[in-house]
Antibody
Framework: VQLVESGGALVQRGGSLRLSCAVSGFTFSTYSFFWVRQAPGKGLEWVSYISPSAERTYYADSVKGRFTVSRDNVKNSVYLQMNSLRDEDTAVYYC???????????WGPGTLVTVSS | QSALTQPPSASGSPGQSVTISCTGTSSDVGGYNYVSWYQQHPGKAPKLIIYEVTKRPSGVPDRFSGSKSGNTASLTVSGLQAEDEADYYCSSNAGSNHLVFGGGTKLTVL
């Protein structure tokens, strides 16, 4: 099982960025996923959830209306489109597999997003 | 949804036991048996060590155990070892299809 995030970068305040999470080693289309972030030196913060067929997506209040989660069950990838980025969105962003019960079992190594003016 | 409350730090000597608390409300910890605990070493991704309050994933030593009473969940690490020094986070389903994490506890092995 492997999850690898990519797409992190230095972006200007108000800008946009799209993160990707490529997965392998299991049947991608049967699992839900979280995006979780961690600001430098801070704790974990849940960002978003997507169900196996993308019929259900949920967001933390702090990103609702600005971030959009999606997936491609052919490319075995999950995405996080981030718009109207703010300084407080600066963090390492992780994708994580959900085996059930609102928990996770496998995480990627994370990708760093830095928002700066 | 507010973050769950964890003590910022905890410590113990090798071989001792330490318990880390995670306090929420009846809308999260107290309302669901979906509390998880994660261990995170510096520069690494979090690792699941407890799920559904008390269950251990395969490969996690039985020195790690979880429990819950009312709105407070707890993680106990028995027989402390040097490699247990890490940050620990709890999480819970918070209703309305949200997940909430605790603020994290830095465990020091003296």
């Amino acid at each position: 099982v492997q999850l690898v995030e990519s797409g992190g970068a230095l972006v200007q305040r108000g800008g946009s960025l799209r993160l990707s999470c490529a997965v392998s080693g299991f049947t991608f289309s049967t699992y839900s996923f979280f995006w979780v972030r961690q600001a430098p030196g801070k704790g974990l913060e849940w960002v978003s959830y997507i169900s196996p067929s993308a019929e259900r997506t949920y967001y933390a209040d702090s990103v609702k209306g600005r971030f959009t989660v999606s997936r491609d069950n052919v490319k075995n990838s999950v995405y996080l489109q981030m718009n109207s980025l703010r300084d407080e969105d600066t963090a390492v962003y992780y994708c994580a597999r959900i085996p059930g019960s609102w928990t996770t079992d496998y995480w990627g190594p994370g990708t760093l997003v830095t928002v700066s003016s | 949804q507010s973050a769950l409350t964890q003590p910022p730090s905890a410590s113990g000597s090798p071989g001792q036991s330490v318990t880390i608390s995670c306090t929420g409300t009846s809308s999260d910890v107290g309302g669901y048996n979906y509390v998880s605990w994660y261990q995170q070493h510096p520069g690494k991704a979090p690792k699941l060590i407890i799920y559904e309050v008390t269950k251990r994933p395969s490969g996690v030593p039985d020195r790690f155990s979880g429990s819950k009473s009312g709105n407070t969940a707890s993680l106990t690490v028995s027989g402390l070892q040097a490699e247990d020094e890490a940050d620990y986070y709890c999480s819970s389903n918070a209703g309305s299809n949200h997940l909430v994490f605790g603020g994290g506890t830095k465990l020091t092995v003296l």
